[in-house]
């Protein structure tokens, strides 16, 4: 060895004159034997007088190549024409002939491989409708003879060449040469190619009866028939289904179902064909032993991944009686589980409305089950169509919704990160109010408590996030379940006082902003706004100032200097705002009040000038005797009867501010 190569010699015997059909070559896995496809290693004739001897030049192959080295002799034919092909004609039949070189020695001693066997084409050639069963025991004869060979020749390739031909007892016969050939291939599965046309040779089993055949080729019938069937069904075709009109013959258990386990239809068309198919096979099976029945149905139930295929099968094709149902009922709600595993709440819906009504009460369970697991995911995306479908599966009476079921629902949409789910809580909570369900750990409170928290903080985020006003938000809410909570006390005051505790943490220029967009809303929840205003006003109106002139145009939504009282939410607050103010009225004598009123001249011109909804304001009773008071004053200097101290005070004041102070009332 030099360099890290071997040399090594290939001796070979030919078959005479063999050279007539072309140059004969060595070819190989490496590149210095052509890898498989280089004709570069040719062979030479040393001794004429020995015509079937050939060998090679020394061929130089690297060591590191040395791992298994696998070669072939081959005939070549060079192109004959400008369109010719070239050729190479392998010895053997198939890759099992494929040699491995020994390194150990350098002179490789081989003798031709055989390509043909033509015995096997010999006895397919010669079967005809009266000699079929002679036939078959003429091959198995081969195989005692010659079984490595005939084995070999009974391929797939083989098999697919012939299958053509029309006449059945042949196309049984290839039936039989799979069946040999894969049999002897226990250990390492077997895949026929995607090309095999199973469907001839399934074609070929109708009304098949064992009998034809030699006894001791059952196994590997059955063996040929399960084979085709995989490959069929698999194929997502439907020829496959024959073994259930031969089964009696070929497989009375039935455990040809065992090797289809993994079959599964990826579409509803496919699933629909399979069914239709099912439906001409259900006369083979109606009479079948329980046993065996029970594994049928129970296999074609989990088939059915989609739901119309499913009932189609429930309905129409398979057997009911109570010992069959007790025992297949649980592997249908399963399926059915399956089915709907992957609905969102919309095609839950849907597939809901399909459940036949006969059978709505014993499926309830499994779609509650699986709409309480759509609402399990707080961050789920939540549509406006699953909002209603989900909303509408808790209206279901047909749902036979339990106590259970709607406290979980309740407690999982009080969690919820979706605002739109979190809305629907009053609907789920009328459910429950609606069918009296009876609470004696008080847990709707809690769980009530824990949702309006929820609600108020995403309402937080949404009104930041599009300029709303959150307290218009939160009294809307409060609006909203007034209906449902506001008979009970224990809900209602709670809820109110997270409520009102949330909203007076805004500024009151927000709050009091609110007041003309909460005019539609319930006369309740009106109050309860008013009364918040008050309590805050209670706090703030301390004395008049500028402060509490911009309240009050803040409150009426008012932006000219003539004040219009829009509504009279407003012009309530307005008069409970007098009303603090009758606090200021404690002048020790009839001038000091006169000097106080005018001293808040601007805004009590701004009171008694404004329009609206001022009924009620000018007749509040601050309001009335702030007027009569001006008016009194103005008796007083026009009768020339005012003291002398008052008098002085009152010019002090600019005659335009007097003429306002006087003209307001």
Not at 165 to 186: A, D, P, Q, T, V
Not at 422 to 434: H, S
Not at 531 to 546: A, P
Request: proline share 3%; charged share 25%; net charge negative.
């Amino acid at each position: 060895m030099e360099n890290n190569t071997l040399s090594f010699t290939f001796h070979i015997l030919l078959p005479e004159n063999i050279e007539r059909n072309g140059q004969p070559v060595v070819l190989g896995d490496v590149k210095e034997l052509g890898s498989w496809k280089n004709p570069i290693v040719k062979l030479r004739q040393p001794f004429p007088q020995n015509p079937t001897y050939w060998k090679s030049d020394p061929v130089t192959i690297s060591v590191s190549n040395f791992e298994k080295i696998q070669y072939k002799y081959a005939i070549h034919t060079s192109k004959p024409t400008l369109f010719g092909e070239e050729k190479i004609e392998f010895e053997g039949i198939d890759t099992e002939d494929n040699r491995t070189l020994n390194i150990g020695i350098n002179d490789q001693f081989d003798i031709w491989k055989i390509r043909g066997f033509a015995f096997v084409d010999y006895i397919y050639d010669s079967i005809e409708a009266n000699n079929f069963k002679d036939k078959v025991v003429e091959y198995q004869r081969l195989l005692t003879l010659h079984n490595d060979l005939t084995i070999r020749t009974s391929n797939p390739k083989f098999i697919i060449n012939r299958i053509n031909n029309n006449l059945k007892e042949k196309r049984l016969f290839l039936c039989i040469l799979l069946g040999y050939y894969i049999s002897k291939r226990e250990g390492s599965p077997h895949e026929l190619p995607n090309n095999f046309p199973s469907y001839l040779l399934l074609d070929a089993l109708e009304d098949y009866k064992q009998e034809i055949l030699p006894l001791d080729t059952k196994d590997q019938m059955y063996t040929a028939i399960i084979t085709l069937i995989k490959h069929n069904a698999f194929q997502m075709k439907f020829d496959w289904l024959i073994i259930f009109t031969i089964a009696s013959e070929v497989d009375p258990d039935y455990t040809f179902i065992n090797h289809l386990k993994g079959l599964k239809y990826s579409n509803n068309h496919d699933l629909t064909r399979f069914i239709v198919g099912c439906g001409l096979i259900k006369p083979y099976i109606e009479n079948i032993e329980f046993g065996s029945y029970i594994e049928i149905a129970k296999w074609l139930i989990q088939l059915c991944n989609y739901m119309d295929s499913l009932f189609n099968l429930w309905n129409d094709i398979l057997l009911h009686n109570n010992k069959i149902d007790d025992v297949i009922n649980k592997c249908f709600i399963e399926q059915i589980q399956e089915c709907i595993v992957h609905d969102d709440a919309v095609t839950l819906e849907y597939h809901f409305k399909r459940v036949p009504a006969n059978y709505r009460y014993d499926l309830s369970k499994v779609f509650r089950s699986h709409a309480l697991f759509l609402l399990e995911d707080l961050n789920r995306n939540w549509t406006k169509e699953n909002i209603i479908a989900i909303t509408n599966l808790f209206h279901n009476d047909e749902l036979y919704w339990t106590r259970e079921d709607v406290i979980l629902s309740l407690d999982l949409v009080s969690q919820s990160n979706t605002l739109e789910l979190l809305n629907i809580f009053p609907e789920i909570l009328d459910e429950w109010f609606r069918n009296d369900f009876f609470d004696k750990e008080k847990k709707i409170l809690k769980i009530c408590v824990v949702w309006f928290k929820n609600l108020l903080l995403k309402l937080d985020t949404n009104a930041s996030n599009k300029k709303d006003n959150i307290v218009v938000l939160i009294f809307s809410q409060l609006e909203r379940i007034y209906p449902l909570l506001g008979h009970r006390k224990n809900f209602w005051q709670n809820l109110t006082t997270i409520a009102v505790e949330r909203v007076k943490v805004c500024s009151e220029s927000r709050i009091f902003a609110a007041t003309k967009f909460l005019i539609p809303i319930e006369q309740e929840i009106k109050t309860l706004f008013i009364d918040m205003v008050k309590e805050m006003l209670n706090k703030s109106v301390q004395q008049i100032n500028d402060q509490l002139i911009n309240k009050i145009y803040i409150i009426c939504d008012c932006k000219t200097k003539l004040l219009m009282v829009q509504n009279s939410m407003s012009e309530e607050i307005l008069c409970h705002i007098m009303n603090r103010l009758q606090s200021q009225f404690t002048a020790s004598n009839p001038s000091e009040f006169h000097l106080n009123i005018l001293g808040a001249s601007e805004f009590w011109r701004i009171i008694l000038s404004a329009t609206g909804d001022v009924t009620k304001l000018h007749c509040n009773p601050v309001v009335k005797r702030v007027k009569a008071s001006i008016n009194e004053l103005g008796v007083l200097l026009r009768e020339k009867t005012v003291n002398i101290q008052l008098l002085q005070q009152l010019l002090e004041y600019k005659n335009e501010k007097l003429f306002q102070h006087f003209n307001a009332a």
